[in-house]
Structures are given as C-alpha cells and as structure tokens.
Nanobody, 131 residues
Framework: QLQLEESGGGLVQAGGSLTLSCAAS?????????MGWFRQAPGQKREGLAA???????LYADSVKGRFTASRDNAKNILYLRMNSLKSEDTAMYSC????????????????????????WGQGTQVTVSS
C-alpha cells in the first residue's frame, strides 16, 4: 500500500517562499510513476499545480508557472514543491498525489478530467500566506 506524507506547510508573508515535501513509502518502484501537487482552498475546487513523471518532466498550472518548481528525489522517494513569490491567493491545503497504475501520465494528472479516485493521496499540509 503506497503511503504519502506531506510536510513543510506553514504561515508565510506574501512574497516569501516555502518548500513542501511529500515522502512516499510502502511501495518498491517509485521512480516510474507520475506524482503531482494539488491544492484546495475552502469553497473551491481542488486545483492541480504541477505533475512530474519518472524522467523529471514537469507540467505546471498557469497560476503557478514561473513561481513554483516541482522536483523529485527518486533515491529518497521524496517529491518537492518549491514555492516562491507567494501570494495571499496561494493560501490552501496542499496535497501530493501518486498514480502507480503503470499507464498514468502527467498530462492526465494535470487535465480537467483526472479521476482522483485512481490516485493515492497524502493527508495534506496547510499553507497560509499573509498579506
């Protein structure tokens, strides 16, 4: 059973930076499947932010492109999200997801049609940006 655990959230001033981590465990082959970062603010739909495949290819949402950087350390089984130039509208619960079915793609993960029931999810970490 794949397990994901996020960390690194907190309170930061607008313009500041945070780095989130997502540690994966309980599965032997981490390097091949897509992983992604999502966020959800109260009353809003969950939003895909970035998805990264086993080769390090990354897709970003327009809302975070140029400010957020996703990366993964396959040796440590950790997914990262470096967030710079944070804005108040970045305030949300941030979660990581993994698609270990073997045929998932980062394009699907970042599309409007992804099926969250097909992914493993972490419990989330809160990011609050004060203006």
């Amino acid at each position: 059973q794949l397990q994901l655990e996020e960390s690194g959230g907190g309170l930061v001033q607008a313009g500041g930076s945070l780095t989130l981590s997502c540690a994966a465990s309980g599965y032997t082959v981490y390097t091949t499947f897509p992983m992604g970062w999502f966020r959800q603010a109260p009353g809003q739909k969950r939003e895909g932010l970035a998805a990264i495949d086993g080769d390090g290819n990354v897709l970003y949402a327009d809302s975070v492109k140029g400010r957020f950087t996703a990366s993964r350390d396959n040796a440590k089984n950790i997914l990262y999200l470096r967030m710079n130039s944070l804005k108040s509208e970045d305030t949300a619960m941030y979660s990581c997801a993994a698609d270990n079915r073997g045929w998932g793609t980062i394009e699907t993960m970042m599309s409007q049609h992804y099926d969250p029931s097909l992914y493993y999810w972490g419990q989330g970490t809160q990011v609050t940006v004060s203006s």
